[in-house]
């Protein structure tokens, strides 16, 4: 039996994406209309008992952000959507925007009603110019069906929404540094507290969510909470898109409930993954893009659900699955993935910025026959525990996980290369 299935990402590939009549025909915008006719709170409520977990990495409880949000008494109150997809192999959010933009507005839209907002923001990355432009064409149509702007369905609510267009940083995906952005600031972290909720864009209170996230609010409106749940785990309900790419012989987006599908069946199925190609073994597989953590073949038969990777060092994070196969070199791979967040990091703390630099330098000696000594990899270690937790946000924090999990299953490689004859020698980063 089929484990893929079509709830978020339902009519994704069916229906023209910037034809209202064609969203309305398969049940857009009933969320809306549902929601209008509730108290917010009852909207709320549903979001909790749907235990929707954060999609954009942080599986932070949406229910839990959007009640907080509720009771802060001040106004204005400002919707964002994190639409920056900057993660290296994530690319679930470019599909619902591309083929599902009304979803995308109808979500912000029933957010805005819950707040009491009269704005809501979609920052999307500078890459996808054309899904700003198809977002920008889908707004003009829900406007034009009275779905957005004044007087929405006839209930006296005015809301509307604007594109803002990312710039090319990585960073500008964490929260903070992207209303600073947004705010046409340097796309740099805030210190929190205070938190983005209390104040957050424009200094006033603020939702941020992301794509999926917003994308999954009008199911669980219409299904109800507890509908949404039982689709995934008691503790993280629902589905999760995820994305499929490097050594796999389908690189696609595959839906599935969270908790109902291996690591093993993501990988190898013949509807998800399809295999690694030319039969070649698997080397190791990394979830959730390049700040995520990388398992080997022995843990392939992990339950993918936030709860169960956890327990085997792992995570959901965006949803990425980048499949490495045998002729992969894990030093190799992790110059590429230091590479980026060096290139990525914003400079303004000192574990991030110089603690990638060291990182990158040591990796490129393990990479040379004998040109690393065994102090190298004591310093490499004492690296990854400061940036994990001395970074200021959570780009440092978490750019050095891929290293600290490949170091668990694959200790052997950062080793081969050492020249253990010179154990006296310091380490020269
Ligand atoms: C460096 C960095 C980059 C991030 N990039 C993204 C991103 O591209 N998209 C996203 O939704 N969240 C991203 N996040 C997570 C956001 O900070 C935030 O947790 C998320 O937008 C909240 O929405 P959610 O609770 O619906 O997941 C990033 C976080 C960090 C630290
Ligand atoms: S951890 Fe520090 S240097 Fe790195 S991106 Fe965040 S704030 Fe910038």
Redesign the pocket.
């Given at each position: 039996m089929s484990k893929l299935t079509q709830v978020v990402s339902k009519g994704a590939g069916q229906i023209n994406p910037v034809n209202i009549d064609e969203y309305l025909a398969i049940g857009g915008y009933d969320g809306l209309k549902k929601a209008c006719g509730m108290k917010p709170l009852e909207v709320i409520e549903e979001v909790k008992k749907a235990q929707l977990?954060?999609?954009?990495?942080?599986?932070?409880p949406?229910g839990k952000?959007w009640e907080h949000l509720f009771h802060i008494p001040e106004t204005p109150k400002y919707i964002v959507c994190?639409?920056?997809?900057?993660?290296p192999g994530?690319f679930k959010?470019r599909l619902l925007m591309s083929k599902l933009p009304f979803k995308l507005i109808e979500g912000m839209t029933i957010a805005g009603y819950v707040f009491g907002a009269k704005a809501g923001y979609i920052y999307v990355?500078g890459e996808y110019r054309k899904i700003q432009r198809t977002l920008q064409e889908a707004i003009m149509l829900a406007k034009g069906a009275g779905l957005l702007g004044k007087n929405i369905l006839g209930r006296g609510f005015d809301y509307d929404i604007h594109i803002i267009s990312g710039a090319g940083a990585?960073?500008?995906?964490?929260?903070?540094?992207?209303l600073n952005s947004t705010e046409g600031k340097v796309g740099r972290?805030r210190i929190k507290p205070p938190h983005l909720a209390e104040v957050g864009l424009f200094l006033q209170p603020t939702l941020?969510?992301?794509?999926?996230?917003?994308c999954s609010v009008p199911d669980i409106v219409i299904g109800g909470g507890d509908a949404f749940k039982a689709l995934g785990m008691p503790d993280s309900g629902g589905t999760k898109l995820v994305c499929l790419s490097g050594h796999v012989n389908h690189r696609t987006v595959a839906e599935l409930p969270l908790g109902k599908a291996t690591l093993r069946e993501i990988i190898y199925d013949a509807e998800m993954g399809g295999g690694i190609p030319g039969g070649k073994r698997l080397k190791f597989f990394h979830l959730g893009g390049q700040?995520g953590p990388i398992g080997g073949p022995d843990l392939l038969d992990t339950v993918y659900s936030h709860k169960e990777l956890s327990k085997a060092g792992l995570s959901v994070g965006?949803g990425a699955v980048v499949v490495m196969n045998e002729d992969v070199g894990v030093i190799d791979y992790l110059l590429g993935v230091t590479e980026f967040f060096l290139h990525?990091s914003c400079g303004k703390c000192v574990p991030c910025r110089e603690g990638n630099k060291q990182i990158y330098k040591i990796l490129k000696k393990l990479a040379q026959p004998g040109a690393a000594v065994p102090a190298d990899l004591v310093l490499l270690r004492r690296l990854v525990t400061t940036m994990i937790s001395a970074s200021f946000?959570?780009?440092g924090?978490?750019a050095a996980v891929a290293l600290n999990t490949a170091w668990k299953h694959f200790k052997e490689e950062f080793e081969a290369n050492v020249d253990k004859s010179n154990s006296g020698a310091a380490a020269a980063a």
């Open positions: 977990l954060g999609r954009g990495g942080a599986a932070y949406a952000k994190n639409a920056d997809e900057g993660e994530t959010d990355r990585y960073v500008c995906g964490e929260n903070s540094a992207l972290p941020v969510n992301n794509v999926e996230s917003l700040s965006s990525e946000c959570g780009l924090q978490s």
